[in-house]
C-alpha cells in the first residue's frame, strides 16, 4: 500500500515542477533580500543571507545560515549532502536511506507531525509533499519550510540544486553538482552509438503495471537517448503516470524492459519472464530486462546520473549484440 501511495504521490505532483526554469530573476530586492529562483543568472555569494527563494509554497525568507535542517524528502536529502550541507543536516525522514551518514529518523514525510519537528528545533525544513498541511504548519510557528515537489524536468532538479545551495549557504556545491550533472549527462548523450531503428522501453513503477510517459521527469530521461516509450499511446497516458494492461504491453513487445520496482515488490527478470504471456516479448528473449534500484529511479537529485548511466548501458549491450 506505501508503493502504491508513493505512485500516486508521484502522478498527482510530477506534472507541476518548481519553476518555468525559463527566466532569470536572481538578485537583490528592494528589502535588500537576496533573491534565488532558477538555474540561469549570478548566484549570491556565500555570506548573502538573508536569501529568498521562490518554492512551491511561495516566496521563502532564510534569513541566516541555518545550523539544524531537517529534510522530510529522500531527495533533498541526496541533495543536501552532495552540495556540502551535511554537516547541518540534523535529522532526516524515514525513507531518507542515501548517503549512509544521513541521521535517518523516524520522522515522516508521509504522515508529518509538526510537533515531532518542532521539538528539534530546526532553522530549516524541506519537504517534497505538504501531506497533513505541514508547509503551513511550521509557517505558523515562524520556521522555515521549502516545498520542492517531485521535479517535472530535469531543469526543475537544477533549480532546486541551486535553491538548496543558496538558502544553507552552499553556493559552490550547489553549482559544482549542477555543472558535473550537466557535464555527465551530456557525455552519455553523446556516447551513444548509433542506432539502425528506434528502440521501444516500458518503464515499470509496480507490479500492477504503472508506469510513467514521456512528459515526465522519468520519461525524460529516456527521452534523451532517443527511446520511445510504449505508454505514450495507451489508454489513459493522459494522466502522464498511467496503469497499463498486460495486453498492451505484449501488443507493444517493448526492446527494452526497466523494472524500478526490484525492492519494493521483488520484481527481476525471471519474474518477468514467468508472467501469462510475457515470455515471447523481445525484451525478455533478447536478455533486455533491466532491474534498476527503486530509490535511484524515483528521485530526481544527482543520482538522476546513475539512471541515465544505466539506461545508456542497456543500449550498448543491445547494439553490441551482448545481451
Known amino acids: ?90 535529522a532526516v525522514d524515514e525513507f531518507s536511506n542515501f548517503p549512509e551518514e544521513a541521521p535517518t529518523t523516524d520522522l515522516s514525510g508521509y504522515e508529518p507531525n509538526v510537533e515531532a519537528v518542532a521539538a528539534l528545533d530546526p532553522d530549516l525544513v524541506v519537504v517534497s509533499d505538504d501531506f497533513n498541511d505541514i508547509v503551513s504548519a511550521l509557517a505558523s510557528i515562524e520556521i522555515p519550510v521549502i516545498h520542492h515537489p517531485a521535479a517535472a524536468t530535469l531543469e526543475d532538479s537544477y533549480t532546486q540544486i541551486e535553491q538548496l545551495g543558496a538558502s544553507t549557504g552552499n553556493i559552490d556545491g ?97 519474474t518477468v519472464a514467468v508472467r501469462p504471456g510475457w515470455g515471447e516479448l523481445t525484451a525478455v528473449t533478447e536478455g533486455s530486462v533491466v532491474p534498476l534500484d527503486d530509490d535511484i529511479a524515483s528521485r530526481w537529485g544527482p543520482r538522476v546520473v546513475d539512471l541515465l548511466e544505466t539506461v545508456v548501458a542497456a543500449v550498448h549491450r543491445i547494439e553490441s549484440g551482448s545481451s
Open 174 to 270: 550547489a553549482a559544482s553538482l549542477v555543472f558535473s550533472m550537466r557535464s555527465e549527462i551530456d557525455r552519455l548523450v553523446t556516447s551513444m552509438p548509433e542506432l539502425d531503428e528506434t528502440l521501444s522501453y516500458y518503464h515499470e513503477l509496480d507490479g500492477s503495471l504503472f508506469t510513467a510517459t514521456s512528459e515526465t521527469f522519468i520519461g525524460e530521461i529516456y527521452s534523451l537517448v532517443g527511446l520511445e516509450n510504449i505508454a505514450d499511446d495507451a489508454e489513459g497516458a493522459e494522466t502522464l503516470y498511467p496503469q497499463l494492461s498486460a495486453e498492451h504491453i505484449i501488443d507493444a513487445d517493448p526492446d527494452l524492459i526497466f523494472l524500478a520496482d526490484t525492492k519494493c515488490c521483488g520484481e527481476s527478470p525471471e
Open 1 to 90: 500500500m506505501r508503493r502504491i501511495m508513493t505512485v500516486l504521490t508521484l502522478m498527482a505532483l510530477a506534472a507541476c515542477g518548481t519553476t518555468d526554469g525559463g527566466s532569470d530573476t536572481t538578485g537583490a530586492s528592494a528589502t535588500g533580500v537576496m533573491e534565488v529562483t532558477t538555474t540561469t543568472g549570478e548566484l549570491p555569494t556565500e555570506s548573502a543571507f538573508p536569501v529568498m527563494v521562490d518554492a512551491a509554497n511561495g516566496e521563502v525568507v532564510v534569513e541566516r545560515r541555518p545550523q539544524r535542517i531537517v529534510s522530510l524528502a529522500p531527495t533533498a536529502t541526496e541533495i543536501l549532502f552532495a552540495i556540502g550541507a551535511g554537516d547541518q543536516v540534523i
